[in-house]
């Protein structure tokens, strides 16, 4: 059995990052840091984050790219440009953007 967690940000929410220059819609939430030893110790040190907090994945982009991106709770910002992402894996995930969020697809019951 599993506790709950409280997250700050939840699935279909637009958010930024505090230091690197990139935004993207949240697509899953993992309660607390879920990925390799490796891939946390190539964070710098100065923007570090705990591991115990939520981290979120995103469809992530800036003016380059598109990627997906895990970042964890303290790091991220609600992004107030209210402009929707362009993203091309959107679709697979979320129906419509509702102009606050991305509504996920329905799901269909076996």
């Not at 997250?7 to 697509?27: N, P, W």
């Not at 939520?54 to 209210?82: G, R, W």
């Not at 419509?96 to 996920?104: L, T, V």
């Amino acid at each position: 059995m599993h506790d709950l967690v409280e997250t700050k940000f939840s699935i279909g929410i637009i958010v930024k990052h505090k230091f690197l220059h990139f935004r993207g819609v949240i697509f899953d939430v993992d309660p607390e840091f879920n990925n390799s030893e490796e891939w946390y110790m190539a964070i710098p040190k100065e923007i570090r984050p705990r591991k115990d907090q939520p981290f979120y994945h995103l469809l992530a982009e800036n003016k380059d790219i598109f990627y997906v991106a895990y970042v964890s709770e303290q790091n991220l910002l609600i992004d107030m440009d209210n402009s929707e992402c362009c993203h091309p894996d959107i679709n697979k995930i979320f129906s419509h953007y509702d102009g606050e969020k991305y509504i996920p697809h329905a799901r269909t019951n076996n």
